[in-house]
């Protein structure tokens, strides 16, 4: 790690590690290798959501109940409503409700800010910077993959250029490609912004031209909404955020033809949908959420749950729904009292972010922006299994760890 920040420099962080906390990184690089891991396209196992959930648990039982953490009252709140809603609405057992539920509330317990002290804000910080130390490089390698013809997409994805891109480069799906490249284009951006380093800029492009291949173009506008955003925050006088974001935006346009190519994949999928006669499956899905919520707004209809006689589709066999968005889907699910909490709890990070004096402050209010766009439109906030679910709360935690920046 010490090698690479002499070729990629980076600003100094808060919570800084010492010798004392080997163990401590070895477990965060551990978590974050295999979440990672388990959405590469060419792995020929899943590491378990079980022993993932244990590996998270030991996480928080070592360095946040064992040494002494404060629990964070917001989180105990949204915890105690779950569990209540899921009581109340008793969803069909098929979707696994109290499951998932406890799955979500273990994840959250190790990288959302639930459990507050110097080890857990340490864990999450150096776990955050092991997803990026991976996520760069493997979306760099996409790029260079696209070129060479070498596509790790899974069977199941690789025709229906309706459900998404056909290029996932080293992942499963392009729709795993496109966040965690576009992340990857926020960090890199953010990185150069600060330090200034040619690597950096490269990294730069490289993530957000592998981003534009996978055709998802929720991924590409939340990447555009995330490194404005950094911008924005990172500056205090108004006249230089203006100027800067006149300049970047003279050389995207006069530097049009050269990275419209890699635009393609977008334009195929937008005329695939028009012609199917209906603007994606999203918008059936959006609908859907609408109605659910319709019919119960208060508690909705059950956490990781949907309407069984609804328009939407589900597995009947394990339960997996695809919600098509995040923030409809907390409406649905939790209803209008679990969408204030969620609100409450993006809200309270993002600000958190942005009243931080440290150069992180402005990537992940930036991070937190791209988030709140990008979650409009796919649904993987309540998923506890999913690497995107994972790597939005470490966002989310770390965002909310900065305000004790300054006193750690």
């Given at each position: 790690m010490r090698g690479l920040t002499r070729i990629f420099p980076l600003?100094?962080?808060?919570?800084?590690?010492?010798?004392?906390?080997?163990?401590?990184?070895?477990?965060?690089?551990?978590?974050?290798?295999?979440?990672?891991?388990?959405?590469?396209?060419?792995?020929?196992?899943?590491?378990?959501?079980?022993?993932?959930?244990?590996?998270?648990?030991?996480?928080?039982?070592?360095?946040?109940?064992?040494?002494?953490?404060r629990f964070n009252g917001l989180y105990i709140l949204y915890f105690v409503y779950l569990f209540i809603n899921v009581a109340l609405t008793n969803?069909?057992?098929?979707?696994?409700?109290?499951?998932?539920?406890?799955?979500?509330?273990?994840?959250?317990?190790?990288?959302?800010?639930?459990?507050?002290?110097?080890?857990?804000?340490?864990?999450?910080?150096?776990?955050?910077?092991?997803?990026?130390?991976?996520?760069?490089?493997?979306?760099v390698i996409s790029f260079a993959c696209y070129f060479l013809g070498i596509n790790f997409i899974w069977s199941d994805f690789s025709h229906d250029v309706t459900v998404g891109g056909v290029f996932s480069g080293l992942f499963q799906n392009s729709m795993?490609?496109?966040?965690?490249?576009?992340?990857?284009?926020?960090?890199?951006?953010?990185?150069?912004?600060?330090?200034?380093?040619?690597w950096w800029i490269v990294l730069f492009v490289l993530c957000i031209g592998v981003c534009m291949f996978s055709s998802s173009r929720s991924a590409v506008y939340g990447a555009?909404?995330?490194?404005?955003?950094?911008?924005?925050?990172?500056?205090?006088?108004?006249?230089?955020?203006?100027?800067?974001?006149?300049?970047?935006?003279?050389?995207?346009?006069?530097?049009?033809?050269?990275w419209q190519g890699a635009l393609t994949g977008i334009n195929q999928k937008n005329a695939a949908n028009?012609?199917?006669?209906?603007?994606?499956s999203r918008t059936e899905k959006f609908e859907a959420r609408i109605e659910e919520f319709g019919s119960s707004p208060v508690f909705g209809?059950?956490?990781?749950?949907?309407?069984?006689?609804?328009?939407?589709?589900?597995?009947?066999?394990?339960g997996v729904v695809e919600p098509g968005s995040s923030w409809l889907a907390v409406l649905s699910m939790t209803g209008v009292l679990g969408f204030m909490f969620m609100l409450a709890i993006y809200v309270n990070a993002f600000f958190a972010a942005k009243r931080c004096a440290s150069e992180y402050g402005a990537l992940f209010a930036g991070?937190?922006?791209?988030?709140?766009?990008?979650?409009?439109?796919?649904?993987?906030?309540?998923?506890?299994?999913?690497?995107?679910?994972?790597?939005?709360?470490?966002?989310?935690?770390?965002a909310s760890?900065?305000?004790?920046?300054?006193?750690?």
């Amino acid at each position: 790690m010490r090698g690479l920040t002499r070729i990629f420099p980076l600003p100094l962080s808060p919570f800084q590690l010492s010798k004392a906390d080997k163990g401590l990184m070895l477990l965060s690089f551990t978590l974050a290798f295999c979440e990672l891991f388990n959405i590469l396209g060419f792995s020929t196992f899943k590491i378990n959501n079980v022993l993932m959930a244990c590996l998270m648990a030991v996480s928080s039982l070592i360095y946040g109940l064992f040494r002494g953490a404060r629990f964070n009252g917001l989180y105990i709140l949204y915890f105690v409503y779950l569990f209540i809603n899921v009581a109340l609405t008793n969803p069909p057992a098929v979707f696994q409700s109290w499951l998932r539920l406890g799955l979500f509330v273990v994840l959250l317990l190790c990288v959302a800010p639930v459990l507050q002290n110097k080890a857990m804000r340490k864990f999450r910080m150096q776990c955050f910077k092991y997803v990026m130390l991976l996520g760069v490089p493997l979306s760099v390698i996409s790029f260079a993959c696209y070129f060479l013809g070498i596509n790790f997409i899974w069977s199941d994805f690789s025709h229906d250029v309706t459900v998404g891109g056909v290029f996932s480069g080293l992942f499963q799906n392009s729709m795993l490609l496109g966040p965690v490249s576009a992340v990857s284009s926020c960090y890199s951006f953010w990185a150069y912004y600060n330090t200034k380093s040619k690597w950096w800029i490269v990294l730069f492009v490289l993530c957000i031209g592998v981003c534009m291949f996978s055709s998802s173009r929720s991924a590409v506008y939340g990447a555009a909404v995330g490194c404005m955003s950094i911008m924005l925050f990172a500056n205090r006088g108004t006249g230089k955020r203006i100027r800067q974001m006149l300049v970047v935006g003279i050389v995207a346009c006069a530097t049009f033809p050269l990275w419209q190519g890699a635009l393609t994949g977008i334009n195929q999928k937008n005329a695939a949908n028009e012609l199917m006669g209906e603007y994606g499956s999203r918008t059936e899905k959006f609908e859907a959420r609408i109605e659910e919520f319709g019919s119960s707004p208060v508690f909705g209809v059950g956490f990781a749950a949907i309407n069984p006689h609804g328009r939407d589709a589900y597995n009947p066999r394990t339960g997996v729904v695809e919600p098509g968005s995040s923030w409809l889907a907390v409406l649905s699910m939790t209803g209008v009292l679990g969408f204030m909490f969620m609100l409450a709890i993006y809200v309270n990070a993002f600000f958190a972010a942005k009243r931080c004096a440290s150069e992180y402050g402005a990537l992940f209010a930036g991070l937190i922006a791209y988030l709140a766009f990008h979650e409009l439109f796919e649904g993987y906030m309540l998923a506890a299994g999913s690497a995107l679910c994972f790597i939005s709360w470490l966002i989310i935690g770390v965002a909310s760890d900065l305000k004790y920046a300054e006193t750690d």
